[in-house]
């Protein structure tokens, strides 16, 4: 882990990775059950944590100190007043002017069961929407994983993708502006003709994607469907998406 100009702190490899490495196993450091959580949530279980935990819980990356300009004035009337209530908390976080337990838990938290968990090593991992590598949660062992989807050089950093990256860049963008940054890899960098074509295969896997689930979800078992999850997973190896959404393919 070192530091990175304009990005904090990052992860970078130290020998060769080869694709499947299972890189890191990581216990939470705090975890709330609500999906839709509070500050209120948060706080509750930030206090359960021992003094130790709790200085290491603010040495975590803070997406805090935003613009609330570049941010919309107003929400919704049809937005209900319990999710009116966590959308001002989450931006009074953004906001602030330090960083809060909820500001840090909102940059780093990753999904874990019903909830969100904050795991103090894998926050070290910097965004990509090109990722070489992968988080999910195990149950089987308690712990997020991270493992490689691409063969990783030494002194490469090993990035994760903190968005769904078969999303448009407009989208992404806005989906990465909640953890204060704009994106600045190859898949965002528009004089990369790689960049181009890397949008039109993203955009073909999303669409092949809502086929195939709707004729699988009709019990289609048709030459059609095959078809699609070949092209689909043609286009994820082009891309280097060695992910679980290829093996889901």
Same mark, same amino acid.
């Given at each position: 882990m070192k530091s990175v100009p304009n990005k904090g702190y990052g992860c970078f490899a130290l020998k060769s990775i080869p694709r499947g490495t299972r890189i890191l196993a990581d216990e939470p450091l705090i975890y709330v059950k609500e999906?839709?959580?509070? @500050?209120?949530?948060?706080?509750? $279980?930030?206090?359960? =944590?021992?003094?130790? +935990?709790?200085?290491?819980?603010?040495? &975590?990356?803070?997406?805090?100190?935003?613009?609330?300009?570049?941010?919309?004035?107003?929400?919704?009337?049809?937005?209900?007043?319990?999710?009116?209530?966590?959308?001002?908390?989450?931006?009074?976080?953004?906001f602030s002017d330090k960083p809060t337990v909820t500001s840090?838990?909102?940059?780093?938290?990753?999904?874990?069961?019903?909830?969100?968990?904050?795991f103090p090593h894998a926050s070290?991992?910097?965004?990509?929407?090109?990722?070489?590598?992968?988080?999910?949660?195990?149950?089987?062992?308690?712990?997020?994983?991270?493992?490689?989807? @691409?063969?990783?050089?030494?002194? $490469?950093?090993?990035? =994760?993708?903190?968005? +769904?990256?078969?999303?448009?860049?407009? &989208?992404?963008?806005?989906?990465?502006?909640?953890?204060?940054?704009?994106?600045?890899?190859p898949a965002c960098d528009a004089t990369d003709p790689w960049a181009e074509k890397s949008a039109e295969r993203r955009a073909e896997i999303g669409d092949l994607e809502r086929e195939t689930e709707f004729l699988s979800n009709m019990r289609e078992e048709s030459a059609l469907l095959s078809r699609q999850y070949l092209t689909m997973i043609k286009l994820l190896i082009e891309e280097g998406d060695y992910s679980a959404r290829l093996a889901t393919a």
């Open positions: 999906q839709a959580y509070y @500050r209120a949530d948060i706080e509750r $279980e930030f206090e359960k =944590l021992s003094a130790a +935990d709790k200085k290491l819980f603010f040495s &975590l990356y803070s997406a805090h100190n935003q613009d609330p300009d570049a941010w919309p004035k107003e929400i919704h009337e049809t937005v209900s007043s319990r999710e009116r209530q966590r959308i001002q908390e989450q931006q009074e976080a953004r840090i838990f909102q940059t780093n938290c990753m999904p874990k069961d019903t909830g969100a968990a904050v070290r991992f910097n965004h990509s929407c090109n990722p070489n590598a992968t988080f999910t949660w195990n149950p089987a062992i308690g712990k997020e994983t991270i493992h490689a989807v @691409r063969d990783i050089k030494p002194g $490469e950093e090993i990035t =994760l993708a903190y968005c +769904d990256i078969i999303h448009s860049k407009p &989208l992404r963008k806005w989906e990465l502006k909640h953890y204060g940054f704009t994106c600045d890899c």
